[in-house]
């Protein structure tokens, strides 16, 4: 059993910066593949990127590709996901997740584990 707990949201102008933690508890945190999601309102949940157990292979969408970055700290047994340049579009609530396995999925049917989620909104 995984919990998470995301932080780190909040509101941002367009063009800003924002960095979302997710604490994990749990003893095999380093051997499960994160990923991170949003939904907007109205829309389904969407993938935003994935990282491996080791932290050496990231996966992003189109969307947030540049833009975003995923990093992890096994010994923290926290992933972060870095976000610059963000837009009005980016505005959702942000979720982490995780999965046992090692494939980097972007299905949300794919993770096992979730957190409650986090607020971003980006102003125009």
């Known amino acids: 059993q995984v919990q998470l707990v995301e932080s780190g949201g909040g509101l941002v102008q367009a063009g800003g910066s924002l960095r979302l933690s997710c604490a994990a508890t749990?003893?095999?945190?380093?051997?499960?593949?994160m990923g991170w999601f949003r939904q907007a309102p109205g829309k389904e949940r969407e993938f935003v990127g994935a990282?491996?157990?080791?932290?050496?292979?990231?996966y992003y969408a189109d969307s947030v590709k540049g833009r975003f970055t995923i990093s992890r700290d096994n010994g923290e047994t926290t992933v972060y996901l870095q976000m610059n340049s963000l837009k009005p579009e980016d505005t959702a609530v942000y979720y982490c997740?995780?999965?046992?396995?090692?494939?980097?999925?972007?299905?949300?049917?794919?993770?096992?584990?979730w957190g409650q989620g986090t607020q971003v909104t980006v102003s125009s």
């Open positions: 990282i491996s157990w080791s932290g050496g292979s990231t």
């Open positions: 749990g003893r095999t945190f380093s051997t499960y593949v």
């Open positions: 997740a995780c999965r046992r396995g090692y494939r980097l999925d972007r299905s949300v049917e794919a993770y096992d584990f």
